[in-house]
């Protein structure tokens, strides 16, 4: 299982016994590294960051630490250990041997979820791009890059799959993955949420929290797929999703910590007076990219979902764990329906609910942290709670597409939604407000005024470690 770093590029598949395979990878390998040289981390050329590579991809080797030159970072193909004797867990095949080779009446559907799992992985490190240069702390600046060369990773996991196994239409597919970009107008990234801008770190900390979050049930649901090499792709990259999720909310979580102390130290209900973020725009971020996330699973009723469930490409999460038939012919499922004015559950057929199903998980586990971040300000004597929006609040895709919501749940009409939005969504002045707080701290242990030291370091480095040195 340990991976071949002697290799142009490193990989734990045997690349070198299949030479066509090896030449097309190396072909596609130069633009990927130009892409990353044009549209990743901006200015990190000359820096040498501590980061985590896997040097083996069983429980002890995944997670080697050192500094690393960034462009000497290398990025390859792992994939988790095959499990002897693996039968498909689910859908109309359960039961059969897992699929070595692509089912050929499934090539387009496979294709294409494995093009749009891709697609998000270089869109987010386009979006992070310029977060370097205001980072608030170099451990701030190791963990970005850290993301940042994972999702790099994750997109080699895609290409190689589509490369190995798709033959023409894949190596098409690969290429086209550099040629879109988030927020192009022309060519833009396939889900939306992908496009957006992330202008500040209070942006990326509730991306890695709740965006990375949808990466983490959508991979665990592709995880269960049918189609092995697929199912130890995405098992191997969630191991790394953990991290970037952990990225997320102990950076909310340290920020509001940071809030409460100086608005406690000034006794002031004032943050923004004395440097910090406040906790109302605070909310108003989680509202934006909470909403946007639930976006990301979907139609609540779904074909494509039940075709990916029958077929036996994407499963549930922890499908194994389910009590259940796995086949879904006569289930039902509680989904959201609007009569009238009102948000009704209805039961509809489990099978078209897969996606709605995944979501509600999502908005569970989303809450948790949210739960925590309260902690800290009931922990401070401050009386203020942070919210999860209601599921229809600023919905583009589904049932809540045509319809406006308050974040307590109160149906408005469009001129109410107009007049008001700008109280539940960061506008303009706040993002310019944001941006006033975002100088670059690089003085190793030292912290932005907006932000909470972490409680411990990476790999329990002191607080003052040199995370990142500038060439
Ligand atoms: N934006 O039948 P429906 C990650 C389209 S994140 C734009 O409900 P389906 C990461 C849809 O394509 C994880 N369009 O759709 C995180 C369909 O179009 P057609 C990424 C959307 O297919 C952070 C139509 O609307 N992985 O890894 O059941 C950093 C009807 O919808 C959107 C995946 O998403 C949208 N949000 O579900 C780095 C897994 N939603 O057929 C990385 C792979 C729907 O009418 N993808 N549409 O032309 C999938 O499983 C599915 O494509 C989706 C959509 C769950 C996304």
């Given at each position: 299982m340990s991976i071949d770093y002697a290799e142009k590029i490193p990989n734990n598949v045997n690349l070198s016994d299949n030479r066509r395979l090896q030449r097309a990878l190396e072909k596609w390998q130069p633009a990927y590294l130009d892409w990353w040289r044009e549209l990743?981390?901006?200015?990190?050329?000359n820096l040498e960051v501590y980061l985590r590579t896997a040097i083996s991809v069983d429980s002890k080797g995944w997670a080697h630490f050192d500094h690393v030159r960034m462009p000497d970072y290398r990025w390859g193909i792992f994939l988790a250990p095959a499990e002897e004797g693996r039968t498909i867990g689910f859908g109309q095949h359960k039961g059969e041997p897992a699929w070595q080779d692509v089912p050929g009446e499934y090539r387009a559907e496979l294709r294409r979820l494995i093009v749009t799992q891709g697609d998000t992985e270089p869109a987010s490190v386009e979006q992070q791009r310029r977060l370097g240069q205001t980072c608030p702390s170099l451990y701030d600046l190791r963990n970005l890059f850290q993301v940042n060369v994972e999702e790099g990773r994750h997109l080699w996991a895609m290409v190689y799959l589509l490369h190995a196994h798709f033959g023409r239409d894949g190596r098409e597919e690969a290429d086209a993955m550099l040629e879109r970009h988030a927020?192009?107008?022309?060519?833009?990234?396939?889900?939306?949420?992908?496009?957006?801008?992330?202008?500040?770190w209070l942006s990326f900390f509730m991306f890695t929290y709740f965006q990375d979050r949808d990466g983490k049930y959508q991979l665990s649901s592709l995880a269960e797929s049918g189609f092995d090499p697929l199912a130890r792709s995405c098992r191997f990259m969630l191991t790394e999703e953990a991290h970037h999720m952990f990225v997320g909310e102990t950076g909310v979580g340290r920020i509001i910590a940071r809030t409460c102390q100086l608005m406690r130290e000034n006794k002031t209900d004032d943050p923004r007076s004395v440097g910090g973020i406040d906790l109302q725009l605070i909310q108003k971020y989680i509202n934006f990219h909470y909403s946007i996330c639930l976006d990301l699973f979907g139609a609540e009723l779904s074909t494509n979902a039940a075709t990916y469930f029958t077929q036996g490409l994407k499963g549930r999460f922890l499908e194994t764990r389910?009590?259940?038939?796995?086949?879904?012919?006569d289930a039902a499922y509680p989904v959201p329906e609007m009569k009238g004015d009102s948000v009704v559950m209805t039961d509809a057929p489990a099978l078209n609910a897969v996606n709605e199903r995944l979501r509600a998980d999502y908005i569970t586990d989303s809450q948790r942290g949210v739960d925590r971040w309260n902690k800290i300000i009931r922990d401070a004597g401050i009386d203020f709670v942070l919210t999860l929006p209601?599921?229809?609040?600023?919905?583009?895709?589904?049932?809540?597409?045509?319809y406006h919501f308050s974040p307590d749940g109160k149906l408005l009409t469009e001129a109410e939604w107009e007049h008001r939005r700008a109280e539940w969504l960061p506008v303009d002045e706040d993002y310019a407000f944001v941006q006033t707080l975002m100088q670059p701290v690089i003085e190793p242990g030292k912290m932005a005024n907006w932000i909470a030291p972490p409680a411990r370091g990476i790999n329990?480095?002191?607080?003052?470690?040199?995370?990142v040195r500038f060439g």
């Open positions: 990743g981390p901006i200015e990190s050329q927020g192009d107008p022309d060519r833009p990234r396939i889900l939306q949420a992908f496009n957006e801008k992330t202008p500040d389910i009590d259940d038939d796995h086949v879904l012919a209601h599921v229809g609040f600023n919905r583009s895709i589904g049932t809540f597409a045509d329990n480095q002191p607080q003052d470690f040199e995370y």
